[in-house]
């Protein structure tokens, strides 16, 4: 398996700026689930200007990024809402100490007027992006800040416009595509071991484990949607 093209192998070369020491309290399946939805996560909420008693709600809240945007938004010290639609999101989301939306049962005026009496909430991070982007200008406050990790789609500004939001796209992947402040990855993932290591943040995996050999097999369960939390190749 070590001569596999790509990074699904035993063995990779990684730039030193890229990398931080693994948080000392976390699995090595544990610290493999974090860099890409740690450092995507910590970036959204980041440039989205999060700040102590803010209301945050974040579309996707269990899911990989999402479940880990709700950590780091406590840790921030806002006052956290998520979405999900089934029992076992709902779960999750209280577990890691968020407020749950049912958004198949609740539209947005109605959780919008139930948690933040009308006026919108002062961050929206949506990992459910497409379509949902819409929904996210909805929630938001006046003058709130949207950040979204999945926004390849055309959208109608106008909501947002009117409303005076400040949207923020998340491609954690420019720093490597572009070799532009490569050492921006390694500087996160070394806050984020920090934020791990007192306990504030801990990723969940996804009750089905997968091989390294059964990497397919990884990428269909994660495709399906009904993944909670991350979905990790372990050799």
Not at 42 to 60: C, F, P, S, W
Not at 99 to 114: F, G, L, M, Q, R
């Amino acid at each position: 398996m070590a001569d596999l093209p790509g990074t699904l192998a035993e063995y990779i070369a990684a730039d030193a700026k890229l990398v931080a020491h693994k948080p000392h309290n976390l699995s090595m399946a544990e610290a493999a689930a974090l860099p890409l939805v740690a450092i995507t996560a910590y970036e959204g909420l980041i440039r989205a200007g999060v700040k102590q008693g803010q209301t945050v709600l974040v579309h996707g809240g269990s899911g990989g990024v999402g479940h880990i945007a709700i950590q780091l938004a406590k840790h921030f010290g806002a006052n956290v809402y998520s979405t999900g639609g089934g029992e076992k999101q709902t779960q999750l989301i209280q577990q890691l100490g968020a407020t749950p939306i049912n958004y198949k049962t609740e539209s947005v005026a109605d959780y919008v007027a139930a948690h933040t009496n009308g006026t919108g909430f002062d961050v929206v991070f949506d990992s459910v992006g497409g379509e949902n982007i819409t929904k996210s200008f909805e929630a938001a406050a006046l003058n709130g800040h949207i950040a979204t990790t999945v926004s390849m789609c055309e959208l109608d500004l106008t909501p947002a416009h009117f409303k005076g939001l400040s949207l923020h796209v998340v491609f954690m992947l420019i720093p490597m595509l572009h070799n532009f402040k490569r050492e921006t990855h390694g500087e996160i993932l070394g806050e984020i071991a920090k934020i791990a290591e007192s306990g504030k943040l801990k990723p969940v995996l996804d009750e089905q484990r997968f091989s390294l050999e059964k990497a397919g097999e990884a990428h269909s369960r994660l495709e399906s949607g009904q993944a909670i939390g991350k979905v990790v190749i372990e050799n």
